[in-house]
């Protein structure tokens, strides 16, 4: 398969950004700044077409150099050997639906503009596991998927009665979900789909008939996730009723109920809930086997339980930390079930491990997820805590270029507290020195 590397930032010109030294795009010439044209006399769309017409061991690529020139490079690759090009990011497919349980449409206004940005795109679906609704799938695009096997999807189903959806996404030119997956499964092409429960539009009678219709395609549905809806003060469209925690356990009934049915007939689990969904009903979260190979880990399905194993694989290669203050910053919902994983920690280590449960101040109250706090909630956490060695956050929180939700920096917020903070996704991560060079107050407090 051709090396080419696609961020989900922004269909078009496929053009090369990147062209790895010694590579074989080196060796006949491609340079950054060139349009890729055509594969073999086919036109290049977007990447997908990129990787799947150059998966051949020879092929025929057209192209435009950056000072304007034709060219044509008759490629053979020996043994697969990657083309070594790194693409520029495509446009991203907009989302035509309005959803009222949309996240974009929980933010506040002022906000940096990619955030506001809602991607519906089937080609992400496939590359990242972005959630995708098909809603504004065409022929063509049923076709590509086929053709290009672009299996597994991930699918926002959320409702499989027609006109439930057409309300949940609040879009009356919705194709029928049923009629695109059957058709698409007929292809060979499986699916993980979600469905976010709004209380009184798609739990019930719609929830059971909707499980009943994805059971009914058989080994083409892999998994579903039921994740409660979750709105923040700026939810502005949201006319549900609130998730609460007799509402989450009729949902978990329905989920225990399903998984049941899934085990005895086709040894598969097959049905989850989110793990929002176990802390609003109060109930346990499922041991390490029951969530196989956390294919919806993303979705918040197995996460915390994700957690636990790690900090219990991890716990051997700790240093000896004895007498360090640490502080934990996490959101409320994560708060009641971190006790036991600091004690873990505090046996290993010997430091003492605080726990500060943080309020979201951007989003409200109601959002209480670690990953969703911004950079004045680090701050207002941590400011005036001179009694700590170290802080460790939640590593998910930052993005890849170092900004919080609320664009303030991590290094900004990190040089504006009284001790050396940490991102950190496991705990393990951030205090497992790096080779064999032993953990001191130095090495700690290093950036």
């Known amino acids: 398969m051709v090396v080419s590397t696609i961020s989900a930032k922004s269909l078009g010109m496929v053009r090369v950004s990147r062209v790895y030294p010694g590579s074989l795009a080196e060796e006949i010439g491609i340079v950054p700044g060139t349009e890729l044209l055509s594969v073999d006399e086919r036109p290049l769309e977007d990447f997908l077409d990129w990787e799947f017409l150059t998966a051949d061991e020879a092929f025929v690529v057209a192209a435009r150099l950056p000072d304007g020139s034709a060219i044509e490079w008759d490629i053979e690759r020996p043994d697969g050997e990657p083309m070594g090009v790194e693409l520029e990011p495509p446009t991203v497919r907009r989302c035509a639906n309005r959803c009222e349980f949309c996240f974009i449409e929980g933010l506040p206004k002022g906000l940096r503009k990619p955030l506001y940005i809602r991607d519906d795109d089937y080609r992400l679906s496939f590359a990242y596991g972005n959630f995708a609704t098909l809603s504004n799938v065409k022929e063509r695009d049923i076709a590509r998927i086929l053709e290009y096997r672009l299996s597994p999807l991930y699918v926002s189903v959320h409702a499989t009665p027609w006109e439930a959806r057409k309300v949940l996404l609040n879009n009356p030119r919705v194709p029928n979900i049923i009629e695109q997956l059957t058709r698409l499964a007929a292809g060979g092409i499986q699916f993980h789909c979600q469905m976010v429960i709004v209380p009184g539009l798609n739990d019930g009678a719609v929830l059971e008939e909707s499980l009943s219709d994805l059971w009914a395609l058989e080994d083409a549905v892999l998994s579903v996730a039921l994740v409660p809806v979750g709105v923040t003060q700026f939810s502005h469209l949201y006319t549900g ?199 001191s107050s130095t090495a700690i407090g290093s950036p």
């Open 241 to 439: 009723s609130p998730m609460d925690a007799d509402k989450a356990r009729v949902l978990l009934d329905a989920v225990h109920r399903w998984e049941t049915r899934g085990l005895e007939e086709r040894a598969d689990r097959w049905v989850f809930g989110s793990d929002e969904l176990y802390l609003l009903a109060g109930e346990p979260l499922p041991d390490v086997e029951h969530y196989g190979d956390f294919a919806q880990i993303e979705n918040g399905v197995g996460a915390v339980t994700s957690l636990r194993s790690r900090v219990q694989d991890g716990l051997d290669q700790l240093p000896r930390l004895d007498g360090k203050r640490i502080g934990i910053v996490t959101g409320t919902s994560m708060a009641p079930l971190m006790p036991p994983l600091l004690a873990k920690l505090h046996e290993a280590t010997g430091a003492h491990f605080e726990l500060i449960p943080t309020e979201n101040s951007l989003f409200g109250v109601t959002t209480t997820t670690a990953g969703l706090l911004v950079g004045a909630d680090i701050r207002r956490a941590l400011v005036d805590r001179h009694d700590l060695d170290l802080a460790l956050i939640p590593a998910e929180c930052i993005n890849e270029d170092g900004l919080f939700l609320d664009d303030q920096s991590f290094i900004a917020v990190r040089e504006s507290l009284p001790m050396p903070v940490f991102p950190s996704y496991d705990f393990i991560d951030a205090l497992v020195p790096e080779g064999d060079v032993a953990v």
